[in-house]
Each structure stands twice: as C-alpha cells, then as structure tokens.
C-alpha cells in the first residue's frame, strides 16, 4: 500500500474567490509527478465538492468531510451519499472530534455513516482519539479501543472491504501540541490489535491506520515515517496547496 494523503479542508475556504485560487494552484502543483508516490485525498466542504471534481486524477481522490445517516429524500440541510456518489466521492471522514462535539454527532450515528459510506461504495474515515484529561490519566488505550467497538462490535463485514483509522487526539487537533512519535507508535499497534482481532491478521492489507492532529511538513517524519502509521490526515496544513503539496512531498520521501 502507498501512503495516505488526506487534506481536511474544513470551512477553510470563505469565498469562491478562494475556492478558485485553491483549485487552480492545486491543479498545477498536484500535476507532479511526487504525487504519483502517496495517495492524496482532498476534502474541500460540501458547499464546493463540485469544484473540486477538476483536481481528481489517478493520485489524487476527491473526498468529503461529512455524510448523512439515512439515505431518505427528505431531510432538509443533509449531506446525501447518493448526491457524494454521483459526485465521485470515494473517501468521507466520519467520527470527527468537531463532528462529535460541535454538532453532537453520536456514536449511534457514526455507525450508520459509517455503514452509509460502504454501502454507496465510499471508504469511511473513521476518527477516533482520546482527549487531553484521557491522554494524561493513560487511558488513551482504553478510550480507543472503546470507540472502536461502538462502531464494529455489532457489525458483521464482508472479508475485502476496505476502511480507514484515523487516530486524532483530540488535544492535538488545531493546537500545535503533538504526541511523541512513541505515544502515536502505541496507539497504533492498539488499533491494529483490536482490527486484526476483529476481522484477522490480512485485514491490515486493505485497512489504513492514519495519524492526525497539527501534522505539517517539519513534523511528519516523527509523526508519520518513526511512528510507523501508513499516513496522516491533515488540516490546517492542507489550507495552502503550496503547504499540502510540501507535506506530500515530505510524505513521499519517508
Ligand atoms: P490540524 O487538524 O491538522 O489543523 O490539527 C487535523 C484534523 O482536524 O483532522
């Protein structure tokens, strides 16, 4: 497996003015032929996935930063995967720290989104992570593993699908505070217990653990290359294509 790219643009870009200038420098930039070495997800809002439908190329996937639960016609203000599927959308993060807290996104509701992505062919993005009172009082393992269970202890999956763990403390998001290469090595050999447990060793074939949380270019080769994750989902450093492509760059030669 390459590794793993993913720019989470939030609500990065506030004008269309923006949007376009985005486009248009990631356009020339991604045209690289670095890029052909990482796979690179970009995750622009909603409100501009049909922009972004230009800047797909073989290297690079077009993903979005939510999904609904249900797949019902009327439900005013919902993201709807069939409307992401039509849009070429193959990667949706699910179980943001943002989600869970600013929008009260539940665990009931990861599930389903979850499912909703696989169902209409997408990869789910599944963030999970501890916070900052967890993190100190060591129950960071506990926690994931935790989390990891309200979306796959009841859930039987077919043996090829394909999903991606994103480990994000949620301390470390947005705040230039990051875990020692360490700490990220271990919370990725407690996901990967808990997958290969759970669906068998050959699951880590096809399944991605990423790490995120205040990723830029200077960090990534602790965070990404020592601590041995397949890739990393970024924010902040995603905003600026020139600062995106730096870090794939980076990412290319771990
Ligand atoms: P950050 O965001 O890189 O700005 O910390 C990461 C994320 O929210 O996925």
């Not at 602790?222 to 905003?239: F, M, N, P, T």
């Amino acid at each position: 497996m390459k590794r793993l790219v993913v720019g989470n643009l939030k609500s990065s870009l506030v004008s269309r003015g923006d949007r376009n200038d985005y486009v248009r420098e990631f356009v020339d930039l991604f045209g690289d032929d670095i890029v052909s070495r990482v796979d690179v997800v970009v995750c622009p809002p909603s409100v501009y996935l049909e922009s972004f439908i230009d800047v797909l190329s073989s290297h690079v996937s077009l993903g979005a930063q939510q999904i609904f639960w249900d797949d019902h016609v009327s439900r005013t203000g919902a993201v709807s995967p069939p409307v992401l599927r039509d849009f070429g959308v193959s990667y949706v993060i699910v179980g943001h720290s943002e989600q869970r807290a600013f929008m009260h996104v539940t665990k009931e509701d990861i599930q389903k989104q979850f499912l909703l992505a696989l169902s209409f062919g997408m990869v789910p993005i599944l963030c999970i992570g501890e916070s900052r009172d967890e993190h100190q009082q060591g129950r960071s393992g506990d926690v994931l593993t935790q989390q990891l269970l309200d979306v796959f202890s009841s859930l039987v999956l077919s043996s090829d699908v394909q999903f991606v763990v994103a480990y994000e403390p949620v301390w470390a998001v947005g705040t230039d505070d990051v875990p020692s290469a360490e700490s990220v090595s271990i919370a990725r050999r407690s996901i990967q217990r808990f997958l290969c447990s759970q669906f068998g060793d050959d699951c880590l074939d096809r399944v991605s653990i990423l790490y995120g949380g205040s990723v830029d270019a200077g960090r990534v080769a602790s965070l990404c290359g020592e601590s041995g994750v397949d890739g990393v989902l970024v924010g902040r450093a995603s905003w600026n294509p020139q600062s995106f492509f730096d870090l794939v760059r980076a990412v290319s030669e771990l």
